[in-house]
C-alpha cells in the first residue's frame, strides 16, 4: 500500500511569518504532485500542483519537490489567519495506480493574529 | 459557473436503508471519483469512473454501488451493508484518469449521518 506522510500538527505560526507544511511519500514513481486546502467543514480545494522537481511558487505560495528524497513542501509566505485550515496533500500513483490519488491525513495550520 | 454538485449537503438514514447521494459536474470532465473522509483519516477512494457506462472499485467499495449513465452525472449508493456509512462523502472530477496533470477537483460534498 502507497503512503503518504504529513505530520498531523497542529502547526501554529504567528501572522506575517512562513508556515512550512511538510510530505513525504513512498511510491517512487509518482510524478504529480497536489496540494489542497480544507477549511473546518468544507470540501478540498486544490491550490497548488507540482510535477518537476524544484519550486513553484504562485503568488504566497511555493512548492518545493524533490523526487530523490520523496518529498514535497508546500511554503505560505505572510501568513493570515484566513490560511487557517488543513493542508492535505495528494500524491498521483504510478504504474497500475495511475488512475488514483493517495492522500495523507493532512495538517492543521493556525495563523495567530 | 463551471463546477461540481452534489446534493444533499447533509442526510440522515435510519438502520437498513438505502440512500443515494448526488453528483453532478457540468466541467465537461470524463473521470468522476467517491471518496469518504473520516475524522482524522486521509481520504479513501470509494469507486471511480473514466467514462460513461464504466466504473471501476476503489479502495473501500464494500456496500457501495455508482452508476455512470451520463458524463455529467456520477451518484453513489450507500447500501444497508455498508457498516459504517456516518462519513462526509466527496465526490471530484478530473479532465482523464491517467497521466501526469489531471487535477481532480472536489464538490462540497454530503455529511452523512446513521440514526
Known amino acids: 500500500q502507497k503512503e503518504v506522510e504529513q505530520n498531523s500538527g497542529p502547526l501554529s505560526v504567528p501572522e506575517g511569518a512562513i508556515a512550512s507544511l511538510n510530505c513525504t511519500y513512498s511510491?517512487?514513481?509518482?510524478?504529480?504532485f497536489f496540494w489542497y486546502r480544507q477549511y473546518s467543514g468544507k470540501s478540498p480545494e486544490l491550490i497548488m500542483s507540482i510535477y518537476s522537481n524544484g519550486d513553484k511558487e504562485d503568488g504566497r505560495f511555493t512548492a518545493q519537490l524533490n523526487k530523490a528524497s520523496q518529498y514535497v513542501s508546500l511554503l505560505i509566505r505572510d501568513s493570515q489567519p484566513s490560511d487557517s485550515a488543513t493542508y492535505l496533500c495528494a500524491v498521483k500513483g504510478s504504474g497500475g495506480s495511475n488512475y488514483k490519488l493517495t492522500f495523507g491525513k493532512g495538517t492543521l495550520l493556525t495563523v495567530n493574529p | 459557473d463551471g463546477g461540481i454538485t452534489q446534493s444533499p449537503k447533509y442526510l440522515f438514514r435510519k438502520e437498513g436503508q438505502n440512500v443515494t447521494l448526488s453528483c453532478e459536474q457540468n466541467l465537461n470532465h470524463d473521470a468522476m471519483y467517491w471518496y469518504r473522509q473520516d475524522p482524522g483519516q486521509g481520504l479513501r477512494l470509494i469507486y471511480y469512473?473514466?467514462?460513461?457506462?464504466?466504473?471501476q472499485k476503489g479502495d473501500i467499495a464494500e456496500g457501495y454501488s455508482v452508476s455512470r449513465e451520463k458524463k455529467e452525472s456520477f451518484p453513489l449508493t450507500v447500501t444497508s451493508a455498508q457498516k459504517n456509512p456516518t462519513a462526509f462523502y466527496l465526490c471530484?472530477?478530473?479532465?482523464?484518469?491517467?497521466?501526469?496533470?489531471?487535477?481532480?477537483?472536489f464538490g462540497p460534498g454530503t455529511r452523512l449521518t446513521v440514526l
Open positions: 471530484a472530477s478530473s479532465r482523464g484518469l491517467a497521466g501526469s496533470h489531471n487535477e481532480q477537483f
Open positions: 469512473s473514466q467514462i460513461v457506462n464504466d466504473f
Open positions: 511510491d517512487r514513481g509518482s510524478q504529480s
